[in-house]
Each structure stands twice: as C-alpha cells, then as structure tokens.
C-alpha cells in the first residue's frame, strides 16, 4: 500500500503548524502574537525611516528587512493559531484586523521617508492600506 504525497499547502503550512504549538504550549495566543507582530512592523518602519539619517544605512536596511519578514511570520503564526469554530463578533474582528493595519501603516509611512523616497508616496500608501 502506498501513501498518497501531502498536498503542497499543508507541507508549506507545516512549519507555522509547529511554531504555533510551540507558541500554544507557552500559553501565547493569537492576540499577543497579533501585537508582538504590530511591534515588529512599527520597529521595521522606524528602522525604514532612519535610513535616510544615516549614510552607509546598509544595516538599518537589513535590519528593516528582517522585521518586516518577522511580521509576516507572526500574522502566519496568529492565524494558526486563530480559533475557527468560534462565531466572530464584529467587535473581535475589528481588534484582531486592528494591530495589522496600525503596523501596516507605520511601515509604509517608513517607506516613504526612508532614503530616495517621497514622503507622500509613503502616506498614501498607508492610507489606501487602512482603508482597504
């Protein structure tokens, strides 16, 4: 008898499957893993900004990377971890969507003012963001 192949999205899921248990075990949930996202995404646009104060900011460049790729992790983590068999009030989905957009926001305004850009690009990235 043979075994059928994993299907490809649960094999690439699998690794979030597992730093969400991890994160579970220590007692985290999806709204702290929410927020210590947020604190990720405002650190990766402040790191963003301060490029333009520096002149070898290759490191800030790095480092903003790095905690944008950080946020996109926790967001992976947090839906993991998101119950789906409990109804969603209108009040919980406003909380649980209102960390993403205020990080979402700060990084892109940090685009904006980070070395070579427009400030304004930058600001009208982050509201059509919040309004989307």
Do not use: H
């Not at 490809?8 to 709204?31: K, N, T, V, Y």
């Not at 990377?65 to 409990?86: D, F, H, K, N, Y």
């Amino acid at each position: 008898m043979s075994s059928l192949p994993k299907s490809r999205s649960r094999r690439r899921s699998q690794p979030f499957r597992r730093l969400a248990l991890l994160l579970a075990s220590a007692g985290a949930d999806a709204a702290a893993v929410s927020r210590a996202g947020m604190a990720l995404g405002i650190l990766g646009g402040g790191a963003f900004m301060a490029t333009g104060e520096f002149e070898d900011a290759k490191w800030l460049w790095s480092a903003a990377v790095l905690l944008c790729l950080g946020r996109l992790l926790t967001i992976q983590v947090a839906a993991v971890l998101q119950p789906r068999s409990l109804p969603e009030t209108r009040e919980e989905a406003f909380y649980n969507e209102l960390p993403e957009r205020v990080s979402d926001a700060i990084t892109l305004i940090g685009f904006g003012f980070a070395a070579g850009s427009n400030a304004w690009l930058g600001l009208a990235a982050a509201l059509s963001a919040i309004f989307s």
